[in-house]
């Protein structure tokens, strides 16, 4: 019988089995004389599922380390990242002492922040922080306000370490992330082919993501904040030329877009980004509930082959119309009658679903192509040459005044 030193339960010690690999908390597979140790004295109590030592009575058992070992563990120095015992100092600058050697936390050290806080622990921000951060050692987390993050929550972009396990950085509403994992975040921007900013938005509060002016990353931001502002006001363009401000979604005071327009415009109108002039140009429209979905799905898809109607100078049909130039200029896919979104090998235009099937599609002869059912059964509603080579649609904006109809390009 063994008794629990928390809840002082008492119940018949199992001894578990050694088996052949047993991980520690590093992830290195523990010596035989660690895994004998943990199958024999580490215990789980059934009454209150405290983890614990039935030897020294540590909490939680300690992983890796027999009872002597873990003592000797505890009284030494330890990285900061990592937890690992420091038995030689690595580096001069004082913020640093607690940096064990690994390459890994050398990478953090390089990013870490050298001053020293008031409470005479090091600051846990970054170098570049013109402001340091709140204290996140244990001892001084009790200062913090209520539901203040604290060192020992995950960081909420990796979920993978706690925020004491690297260097941080606090964020204009207020949160505080891995200062590489918001790095690489913004770097790595949309993962579709259509446009998306979620990843500048606070992974907690969904507020646009602010930073101070010396950080590295705040020119990049400010790039994708120009990007964003001019996809906005092309979107709420395309919303009046589209003739869509009176959209039921937009005037039912039930719908989540009700008094919306600018998100609306944005959720519906799929805009992708030029390869060739670095401009957003206009790849239809969507559901919203398709644009959701959109944005979470992760694609695989080549830069070079999203090239605008400004940039794809090819095949019949008008190219720059006189009065608006470029803009709302489209293409036709040269397979069926759709609005192209891709334009691939400098020479073809695809649609979303024949850029799906493009090692099908362009093999086949036109004869097999879908044929147009004409101007009046058209998707496109307008009249083209039979699907099987590049057609420009002309200027959508032009159409739509000359005659009336609502295009869809």
């Known amino acids: 019988m063994t008794k629990c030193i928390a809840c002082h339960e008492t119940f018949v010690l199992e001894p578990g089995k050694v088996t052949e690999i047993m991980k520690d908390n590093q992830g290195n597979n523990m010596q035989p004389i660690h895994r004998r140790h943990y199958a024999e004295n580490r215990i789980k109590c059934p009454a209150c599922q ?6 020294c009575h540590s909490r939680p058992y300690h992983i890796g380390f027999t009872c002597q070992k873990y003592a000797e563990f505890i009284k030494s120095r330890h990285c900061r990242y990592c937890n690992a015992a420091i038995t030689e100092v690595i580096y001069d600058e004082p913020a640093l002492r607690d940096v064990c050697k690994s390459g890994e936390c050398a990478e953090k050290a390089a990013l870490a922040c050298r001053k020293i806080l008031k409470c005479g622990h090091p600051c846990p921000g970054h170098q570049k922080e013109a402001e340091c951060i709140a204290c996140l050692d244990p001892e001084c987390e009790k200062d913090l306000p209520e539901g203040a993050q604290k060192g020992d929550d995950y960081c909420n972009i990796c979920f993978v370490e706690d925020l004491r396990s690297a260097p941080c950085v606090k964020i204009g509403c207020g949160h505080i992330f891995h200062y590489h994992c918001l790095k690489t975040r913004i770097e790595m921007k949309w993962h579709t082919p259509r446009i ?54 937009l005037v039912d005071p039930n719908s989540v877009w009700h008094g919306r327009p600018e998100e609306y415009a944005m959720a519906v109108f799929s805009y992708y980004l030029c390869f060739k002039c670095k401009k957003p140009y206009f790849g239809g429209k969507k559901n919203c509930e398709d644009a959701a979905a959109d944005q979470n799905r992760r694609r695989e898809f080549k830069e070079s082959e999203l090239v605008c109607p400004g940039c794809s100078d090819v095949g019949e049909g008008q190219k720059k119309c006189a009065q608006h130039g470029v803009e709302y200029i489209s293409y036709k896919c040269r397979f069926c009658c759709s609005l192209a979104l891709w334009f691939c090998f400098g020479t073809t235009h695809f649609c979303e679903p024949c850029h799906r099937r493009a090692g099908e599609v362009d093999r086949l002869p036109k004869n097999r192509l879908p044929k ?35 295009a869809d390009f």
């Open 50 to 55: 405290v983890e614990q030592c039935r030897t």
């Open 372 to 406: 147009c059912p004409g101007r009046e059964g058209c998707p496109l509603a307008v009249d083209h040459p039979a699907n099987g080579v590049e057609y420009s649609l002309g200027c959508g904006l032009c159409k739509e005044r000359r005659d009336g109809a609502k």
């Open 196 to 249: 998306f900013f979620t990843f500048c938005e606070c992974p907690l509060c969904k507020k646009w993501i602010k930073l101070e002016e010396d950080s590295p990353i705040a020119e990049l931001l400010k790039q994708l904040t120009a990007l964003y502002e001019d996809v906005r006001g092309r979107s709420v363009q395309r919303l009046k030329y589209e003739g869509m401000e009176k959209d039921p979604k």
